[in-house]
């Protein structure tokens, strides 16, 4: 695409909302109360607000390769922390994607410079699972397992989280981990167990 189609889209873009409600954009610039926090992939296929059906405002967005919570990630926390103590959402969602890169690329055994470091934690999660993951004989039915793990590691990454722990006690905030499929455009709820994850890593990981 030329980036003058861009500006193109956008004069368009705006004719349209503005065709719509003509107050659309004063609105818009009064302020955000997004109800979820997603943290997705940075995948150019993968566009949040679009697989949501959301509109501007609803939702509060963090994207990164293979949608990873890192606790020493300051960006991904200082996200975390604004989303749920300044806007005060009430669900924060992890959503991969089958066919998801980044997972592919910690599959395999190879040196991919500034990216190990970052693969890692999804190598992690592999070396968690890995006797679940070598079961499955085909390599893609491995591989998607591999991300539908990821999440579910990533959420409870999400449960370790001052943040977390404190808005599930002050105002019942959840933690959702779902699945994109790319090949059929629908989003898939893991329905992982939020009040037992919690329970079950409280002991060790309880922040308050």
Request: net charge negative; aromatic share 8%; proline share 2%.
């Amino acid at each position: 695409m030329q980036l003058e189609k861009v500006f193109a889209n956008n004069e368009i873009w705006i004719a349209e909302k503005l065709a719509a409600d003509p107050c659309y954009f004063e609105k818009l610039s009064k302020g955000q109360s997004p109800e979820i926090l997603y943290i997705g992939c940075s995948d150019s296929r993968v566009t949040a607000e679009e697989l949501m059906g959301v509109q501007p405002g609803e939702a509060f967005i963090h994207r990164n390769i293979a949608n990873m919570v890192i606790s020493i990630d300051l960006n991904m926390m200082s996200v975390l922390n604004y989303a749920i103590t300044h806007l005060r959402v009430n669900h924060v969602v992890v959503c991969g994607h089958y066919f998801c890169g980044g997972v592919k690329a910690a599959m395999q055994a190879k040196d991919l410079g500034i990216l190990n470091p970052w693969l890692r934690n999804i190598r992690d999660v592999y070396r968690l699972h890995k006797t679940e993951l070598n079961a499955i004989p085909d390599e893609n039915d491995r591989y998607n397992r591999l991300v539908e793990l990821n999440v579910q590691e990533q959420c409870i990454n999400l449960i370790k989280t001052a943040a977390v722990q404190s808005a599930y006690k002050e105002r019942g905030l959840r933690v959702h981990g779902w699945v994109f499929d790319i090949q059929t455009g629908k989003l898939i709820d893991l329905k992982i167990d939020f009040v037992k994850e919690l329970h079950g890593i409280m002991e060790i990981y309880n922040l308050g």
